[in-house]
Each structure stands twice: as structure tokens, then as C-alpha cells.
């Protein structure tokens, strides 16, 4: 045996093959289904050039050579480019604000000629990237309150520059970078402080501003008399309660009522009817055109209903490929998108969407193991955010097909149409795979 082909299989025997295998499986589900969604008997070929089943294994192509070129790259390559692809990404996403496409509502696209992009799908790559790289560093101290701003910063700051874009399901996408800071040391504190801030949002849509302001003043003088021996001797603690009373007035009467008058009617209007409540004048707004013609009918929960009528419709087994009524029909709008899991609940039933949901877990779950056996913590901490990143698109996606999260635009990895999501997916998924075949060496 030669020499050359002792070294393509030991090449070969380093590449995760069982992760390799759940990404195709995905990928070969997804054209499978953007296919029976398009398919019409009457068509006279099956790879007609406009289809967007036909659009979507094209960008497989260049998924997998791009692939294949990660798969030939020196894997410390990611960790020296990570800051400065980082810079790169938001210097594109300054650039779409005054430089975009608008498509669908969002200003979030770039185009040159008939070839558009979402720069915020490629920035997932390099905030991991630069994520990992900041983490991971010697001088980094995670537990120093400056260091893990640095982080949040790192975060967020494409998360902000996305939704002036008005992209706001995207932008969310980049708080699963938590998941990621929380295993590498964020204090349980910071869960707290979200999770109040969700219900805080809840009770700013579901009550009334003057009546909110009542029940947390009344609330944070209830906890002063509880604590009221320690204010007496600690001048910290009583600046600290009153700076969390003053912060949770300022996000409650302020911040969240500007997001959503910042927001497209459409959005809101979803939000208040996943809660069971009409839409208060303050925030009810004429719809433009675009969102006109967006939503088909006046209903906004139209799709969702659409989509609940359809997975359930399924039953157990299904109908059978390319025998749902609801895909043939096209009842469900954006089904070949974000509604995409409700064609797999129609024609596979709850034992295909059982099935689907199973290999996306083991996918993310082989993602965690192959983050947690690696020698380097730039790569334990890139591993994690491609299993955070594909766990709030995962999650988040099948709940908005069935009605237990509003309707915000995101993609079903793998799944969806769109050939910026199937790249940007691929690649996080392959310079994992490069990772860990050096998972060995420690890549600072």
C-alpha cells in the first residue's frame, strides 16, 4: 500500500461519518419535501429550471464543494480568520441596511444581478467563529464581569444591526448564543434575569402600562419590607433595588412598547392572537401593501390553522407521499419555507414527523458529544453554538407550524427552501467536522 493511500484513509477514518450521514439525510428529506410540495401531475418534467425544488439541489452543489474544501483545510485556519471574518460580517450587515433587497417585508437581502444572499445567515458562521475564538482565549477571564459583556456584545451586536433590517425572527436566532455563554460559565443569575424578562413582556401586552406600574411598585416595596434590615446597613442593596425597579418600569412602559410599534402589524397582530387577545389601538396599524399581499387572508392566523388542519389531517401513517391535500393545494402559505415540517406531518403522519424530529435530536445531541471530546475549548465552544444555533431554528420553527410560538420567519434547517439557509447551515455543520478531525490538538 502506498503511501499517498495510507494517508487518504486515515484522512478518511478521521471525518465523523455518523455526523456526515444525519446532515445528508436531512439535506435528501428536505429536497424530498420542497419537491411534494411544488409537484403538480400535470407538470411535464420533473426538474423544471424555475421549481424551487430544482433551485434547491442546485445550492446543494456548492453546499458540499464548499463542504469538501473545509474538509481539506488546516483547522486552525477557522481559529486565526474568526476575528476577522467577524468584521467582515458586520461591515455586510451595516451595508444591507442602506444597500438591501427588500423581499417579504425585511430589508435583509443583498444582490448582485440575479444572486441574492442574506449576509445575516453567514454572519451565524463567523459570530461562532469569533465567539469560540474570544472564549477561548488565554487572557480571557469569563468569570469578570468585563469579559462576559465582550461575549454578550460579540452576540448580540448582529442581532441589532438585523433587526434595524427588519428582520426580526433572524435576529433572535442569535440569542442561542446564551446557551453557549451559560455552559462556558454565565451565572444562573442571567437565566433569572431572562426568564423575567419574558414574563415581563407577557405582562406588558396582557395588562394594562398604569396598572403594570402599580404591580411592580407595589412588588419591590413588598420586598423592601421583607428585607428591610438589610437596606438599613447596605447602601448597595438599596441602590441595586432601586435600579431593578427602575429598569423593569423603563423595559415595560419604554423598550418593549417602541419594539413593537417598530414591528410590521402583521407580526404583531400574530403575537396577540397566539395570547388569545386583540391587538390594543396603541400598536394596531394600517397594513402596507407588501404585508397585503404577504398574507393572503385578512386573518393572520390563517397560516397556522392552515398548517394544524394539514399535520393533523396525517393522522398516524400519513397519506402518502405527494397525496396531501393540503400541500397539493397549496392552503398553506410559505409552505415550502417555513411551513415546510407541515408537508412531512400531512403525507408521513406522526410517525414521519416522529421520525424527522428524532434525526434532527440525535443530530444535535452527536453535535454536543463530538463538542464535549474535543481537547481544544475553541472547539468545544464552536460545537456549541452549531448545536444552539440548530436547536432554536429547529425548535422554534416546528412551534410556529403548530401554533405554540408566533409566526416569525425562521427556517427549518435543512428543510427549507432558500439557498443562503442550506449554505450557511452546511458550512457550520462542516467546520465542525474539520474540527473534530484534529480534536487532538489544542487550536488557539
Same mark, same amino acid.
Given at each position: 500500500?502506498?503511501?499517498?493511500?495510507?494517508?487518504?484513509?486515515?484522512?478518511?477514518?478521521?471525518?465523523d461519518?455518523?455526523?456526515?450521514?444525519?446532515?445528508?439525510?436531512?439535506?435528501?428529506?428536505?429536497?424530498?419535501?420542497?419537491?411534494?410540495?411544488?409537484?403538480?401531475?400535470?407538470?411535464?418534467?420533473?426538474?423544471?429550471?424555475?421549481?424551487?425544488?430544482?433551485?434547491?439541489?442546485?445550492?446543494?452543489?456548492?453546499?458540499?464543494?464548499?463542504?469538501? =474544501?473545509?474538509?481539506?483545510?488546516?483547522?486552525?485556519?477557522?481559529?486565526?480568520?474568526?476575528?476577522?471574518?467577524? &468584521?467582515?460580517a458586520?461591515?455586510?450587515?451595516?451595508?444591507?441596511?442602506?444597500?438591501?433587497k427588500?423581499? $417579504?417585508? #425585511?430589508?435583509?437581502?443583498?444582490?448582485?444581478?440575479? %444572486?441574492?444572499?442574506?449576509?445575516?445567515?453567514? *454572519?451565524?458562521i463567523?459570530?461562532?467563529?469569533a465567539?469560540? @475564538?474570544?472564549?477561548?482565549?488565554?487572557?480571557?477571564?469569563?468569570?469578570?464581569? $468585563?469579559?462576559?459583556?465582550?461575549?454578550?456584545?460579540?452576540?448580540?451586536?448582529?442581532?441589532?444591526?438585523?433587526?434595524?433590517?427588519?428582520?426580526?425572527?433572524?435576529?433572535?436566532?442569535?440569542?442561542?448564543?446564551?446557551?453557549?455563554?451559560?455552559?462556558?460559565?454565565l451565572?444562573?443569575?442571567?437565566?433569572?434575569?431572562g426568564? #423575567?424578562?419574558?414574563?415581563?413582556?407577557?405582562?406588558?401586552?396582557?395588562?394594562?402600562? !398604569?396598572?403594570?406600574?402599580?404591580?411592580?411598585?407595589?412588588? *419591590?416595596?413588598?420586598?423592601?419590607?421583607?428585607?428591610?434590615?438589610?437596606? !438599613?446597613?447596605?447602601?448597595?442593596?438599596?441602590?441595586?433595588?432601586?435600579?431593578?425597579?427602575? *429598569?423593569?418600569?423603563? %423595559?415595560?412602559?419604554?423598550?418593549?412598547?417602541f419594539?413593537?410599534? !417598530?414591528?410590521?402589524g402583521?407580526?404583531v397582530?400574530?403575537?396577540?392572537?397566539?395570547?388569545?387577545?386583540?391587538?390594543?389601538?396603541?400598536?394596531? $396599524?394600517?397594513?402596507?401593501?407588501?404585508e397585503?399581499?404577504?398574507?393572503?387572508?385578512?386573518?393572520?392566523d390563517?397560516?397556522?390553522?392552515?398548517?394544524? =388542519?394539514?399535520?393533523?389531517?396525517?393522522?398516524?401513517?400519513? $397519506?402518502?407521499?405527494?397525496?396531501?391535500?393540503?400541500?397539493?393545494?397549496? %392552503?398553506?402559505?410559505?409552505q415550502?419555507?417555513?411551513?415546510?415540517?407541515?408537508?412531512?406531518?400531512e403525507?408521513?403522519?406522526? *410517525?414521519?414527523s416522529?421520525v424527522?424530529?428524532?434525526?434532527?435530536? &440525535?443530530?444535535?445531541?452527536?453535535?454536543?458529544?463530538?463538542?464535549?471530546?474535543? @481537547?481544544?475549548?475553541?472547539s468545544?465552544?464552536?460545537g456549541?453554538?452549531?448545536?444552539?444555533?440548530l436547536?432554536?431554528?429547529?425548535?422554534?420553527?416546528?412551534s410556529?407550524?403548530?401554533?405554540?410560538?408566533?409566526?416569525?420567519?425562521?427556517?427549518?434547517?435543512?428543510?427549507?427552501?432558500?439557498?443562503?439557509?442550506?449554505?450557511?447551515?452546511s458550512?457550520?455543520?462542516?467546520i465542525?467536522?474539520?474540527?473534530?478531525?484534529?480534536?487532538q490538538?489544542?487550536?488557539?
Amino acid at each position: 500500500m502506498t503511501s499517498s493511500s495510507v494517508n487518504r484513509k486515515t484522512f478518511a477514518n478521521r471525518i465523523d461519518w455518523f455526523t456526515l450521514f444525519l446532515y445528508l439525510l436531512l439535506v435528501g428529506i428536505g429536497l424530498l419535501a420542497v419537491f411534494s410540495v411544488e409537484y403538480k401531475s400535470t407538470d411535464p418534467s420533473f426538474f423544471m429550471p424555475g421549481k424551487s425544488f430544482v433551485k434547491q439541489a442546485i445550492w446543494l452543489g456548492p453546499s458540499l464543494f464548499v463542504g469538501i =474544501i473545509i474538509l481539506m483545510t488546516d483547522s486552525k485556519f477557522f481559529s486565526s480568520i474568526a476575528f476577522l471574518s467577524y &468584521t467582515i460580517a458586520i461591515f455586510l450587515l451595516v451595508i444591507t441596511i442602506f444597500a438591501g433587497k427588500d423581499v $417579504k417585508g #425585511s430589508h435583509s437581502w443583498l444582490g448582485i444581478g440575479g %444572486f441574492a444572499f442574506q449576509p445575516g445567515e453567514v *454572519a451565524k458562521i463567523f459570530t461562532s467563529l469569533a465567539l469560540a @475564538r474570544f472564549l477561548s482565549m488565554p487572557e480571557t477571564n469569563f468569570k469578570t464581569l $468585563k469579559d462576559r459583556m465582550i461575549g454578550v456584545g460579540i452576540a448580540m451586536l448582529p442581532a441589532l444591526i438585523i433587526i434595524l433590517q427588519n428582520e426580526t425572527g433572524l435576529a433572535l436566532v442569535y440569542f442561542s448564543f446564551f446557551l453557549v455563554m451559560y455552559r462556558e460559565g454565565l451565572p444562573n443569575a442571567v437565566l433569572i434575569v431572562g426568564f #423575567s424578562l419574558v414574563g415581563l413582556t407577557l405582562g406588558t401586552l396582557l395588562i394594562s402600562g !398604569k396598572i403594570l406600574f402599580i404591580i411592580i411598585t407595589v412588588l *419591590a416595596v413588598l420586598i423592601g419590607v421583607l428585607i428591610r434590615k438589610t437596606l !438599613k446597613r447596605d447602601a448597595v442593596a438599596r441602590i441595586l433595588i432601586l435600579a431593578i425597579w427602575g *429598569a423593569c418600569i423603563l %423595559f415595560s412602559q419604554v423598550i418593549v412598547p417602541f419594539a413593537f410599534k !417598530k414591528m410590521h402589524g402583521y407580526q404583531v397582530e400574530r403575537i396577540y392572537n397566539m395570547l388569545g387577545q386583540e391587538v390594543p389601538d396603541e400598536f394596531r $396599524k394600517e397594513p402596507t401593501p407588501g404585508e397585503m399581499e404577504k398574507a393572503k387572508k385578512k386573518d393572520t392566523d390563517y397560516n397556522v390553522r392552515q398548517s394544524k =388542519i394539514a399535520i393533523g389531517s396525517g393522522g398516524l401513517w400519513g $397519506k402518502g407521499l405527494l397525496n396531501g391535500t393540503s400541500t397539493k393545494n397549496d %392552503f398553506v402559505p410559505e409552505q415550502h419555507t417555513d411551513f415546510i415540517f407541515c408537508s412531512i406531518g400531512e403525507q408521513f403522519g406522526f *410517525a414521519g414527523s416522529f421520525v424527522l424530529i428524532g434525526l434532527y435530536i &440525535t443530530l444535535m445531541l452527536r453535535l454536543v458529544h463530538l463538542a464535549e471530546r474535543q @481537547r481544544s475549548a475553541f472547539s468545544r465552544i464552536y460545537g456549541y453554538c452549531v448545536a444552539s444555533i440548530l436547536f432554536f431554528h429547529f425548535a422554534i420553527n416546528i412551534s410556529m407550524t403548530i401554533g405554540l410560538a408566533p409566526v416569525i420567519g425562521i427556517t427549518l434547517p435543512f428543510l427549507s427552501y432558500g439557498g443562503s439557509s442550506l449554505l450557511s447551515f452546511s458550512i457550520l455543520v462542516f467546520i465542525m467536522l474539520r474540527l473534530d478531525m484534529d480534536r487532538q490538538v489544542m487550536i488557539r
